[in-house]
């Protein structure tokens, strides 16, 4: 395992568009929460606690084969801009930034699977891939989480199971979540009702960047509500079963807008290259909501200018953090929104 | 599926489970006789999950956890526990937040198989309390059980408990 700086210009696998149903399911994430049975929670470990557990995990790590070509960052030691990266990249959660002490992750090159150590758990394990393959993903991540708890003792019990800092954890411990575009939806205005539904079905949503964060672009993140009560695969399934006919409604959405509406969604698509390719200033949130239309418009065979996967490049480098690591200097507000805007200038000039 | 308790025709897909002192019913109904019932079934795409306590206010008697002295007060406020422990020291409260949240308080998922068996916190016990259990543990042949015993003990020996002791202390203040 090896400690090193960030590199810009990789892209994680769950950008690389590659997955099923990617037209409409940008990402899968599964995770599974652990704790050490002999410490205490992170939230109430001392500063000495925190680091003998990173230690303690780190070393259990390091007799795992698979985990011999990853890389390690401590998040007490690693400079804020290259902590904000790894948010972005999806491979730590926000959350870390914001607690104390020893914490961090563990990740392979192509961010695909992280351990992160003392966030709100001692353990993270995640696994993260492009498209709707919740179920591979399970079976690669549950071998991690057997290797791992065959060298540290998680707290679990045999009623509750894996226990957790916060009760809405337990049991499995687990949450799958999809990032999906479902920007059909939002025209016909019928997404609230298709999410509803899906709340039904034990799926609650989320906006692209997590629990505390508003919708953009048309970016949903669906999960599993309930963690404990039913079997891992089950829950897969449950929620596998509500993306299917989420997908499916927004495949209707969108066929309804090309018959409908085709003339109206060329105008909404190039209107959008047009601010892409002239704006002077560009806030995140307006890139995403542009760059959705560009997404439906290359997905309907309206746009052809660049592919979904160079897009999603693009997306992850205008980021704030990407944005000025590349550019080699931290910035306010203000200048990034310019600097984004004329890097996408750039970029879509290619 | 389920038939609404209400109306006993339609297929009930609204579960409303509630929490009176400790107390839990559940309540099937169809959307329908939701409605009727004032139950809004909408969400709001923005809210973060919030775990909705099922007793507000003070509790009349502040348990504290025995592994971690996390009191029951300071969990109500923040939603967190302490460490493993805290399920026992609050098991009526933590069921009532599980059947709320998941809609049941048994884990039917992963059994963990890992070999060491579940401990309690020990961060802040005495090695003597330690000692003690460690010779529970030999006498009861729980081998695995002891043989973690015996690290943590080595392990808090090694560093002196007693700086140990004043660190936790001084992170509380």
């Known amino acids: 395992m090896s400690v090193s700086a960030i590199k810009i210009g990789e892209v994680p696998a769950w950008l690389d568009a590659k997955g099923p149903d990617g037209d409409i399911v940008v990402s899968t994430r599964l995770r599974l929460a652990r704790n050490l049975s002999n410490h205490r929670f992170p939230v109430a470990a001392s500063q000495q606690e925190r680091k003998d557990v990173f230690e303690e995990v780190l070393d259990a790590l390091k007799r795992i084969e698979r985990f011999h070509n990853f890389t390690s960052y401590n998040f007490r030691r690693l400079p804020r801009l290259d902590q904000q990266m790894l948010v972005e990249e999806r491979v730590a959660s926000p959350d870390l930034l914001d607690v104390e002490g020893e914490r961090g992750v563990v990740s392979d090159s192509a961010r695909r699977i992280n351990v992160m150590i003392n966030e709100e758990d001692h353990l993270r394990m995640q696994c993260i891939d492009s498209g709707c393959g919740p179920e591979s993903m399970f079976d690669m991540l549950d071998a991690i989480d057997t290797s791992i708890g065959d060298k540290l003792p998680f707290a679990y019990d045999v009623k509750r199971g894996f226990l957790t800092s916060c009760p809405t954890n337990a049991g499995t411990g687990m949450r799958v979540s999809y990032l999906v575009h479902l920007p059909g939806l939002v025209l016909t205005k019928t997404v609230d009702q298709v999410l509803q539904a899906a709340a039904q079905m034990g799926v609650c949503t989320r906006g692209f960047f997590g629990e505390h964060a508003g919708i953009v672009g048309a970016f949903f993140q669906l999960s599993n509500q309930a963690a404990l009560g039913t079997g891992e695969k089950e829950f897969i399934k449950q929620t596998r079963s509500a993306i299917r006919t989420i997908v499916g409604c927004e495949r209707e959405s969108r066929e309804k807008i090309m018959h409908n509406a085709k003339a109206e969604l060329e105008d909404k698509v190039w209107r959008a290259y047009g601010i892409i390719a002239y704006a002077t200033t560009l806030s995140v949130g307006e890139f995403l909501n542009l760059s959705s239309a560009l997404r439906l418009g290359i997905e309907s065979g309206i746009f052809n200018k660049v592919t979904v996967r160079r897009l999603n490049r693009i997306m992850l480098l205008v980021l704030p953090a990407h944005l000025q690591a590349f550019l080699g200097r931290t910035m306010n507000d203000d200048d990034i929104n310019r600097e984004r805007a004329g890097m996408v200038r750039t970029l879509f000039k290619e | ?173």
């Not at chain 2, 329908?32 to 206010?57: R, T, Y």
């Not at chain 2, 916190?121 to 695995?144: G, P, T």
């Open chain 2, 1 to 173: 599926m389920k038939k609404c308790d209400q109306c006993g025709m339609q297929p009930a897909n609204i579960h409303v489970t509630h929490i009176v002192n400790g107390e839990t019913t559940m309540l099937h109904m169809c959307e329908e006789c939701a409605q009727k019932k004032g139950i809004n079934i909408s969400i709001n795409v923005d809210a973060p999950l919030q775990i909705d306590h099922p007793a507000e206010g003070p509790p009349a008697v502040d348990t504290q956890c025995p592994a971690c002295k996390l009191k029951l007060s300071e969990f109500r406020s923040k939603g967190r526990l302490g460490c493993a422990s805290c399920y026992a020291a609050f098991e009526q409260e933590i069921d009532a937040v599980l059947v709320q949240v998941h809609g049941a308080r048994e884990h039917k998922g992963k059994q963990y198989k890992g070999r060491h068996k579940v401990l309690p916190c020990d961060a802040e016990m005495d090695i003597s309390e330690l000692r003690k259990k460690l010779d529970a543990a030999i006498r009861n042949e729980e081998f695995e059980v002891a043989a973690d015993l015996r690290d943590t003990i080595s392990r808090m020996a090694g560093r002196g408990n007693a700086a140990r002791k004043s660190e936790i202390l001084s992170t509380k203040s």
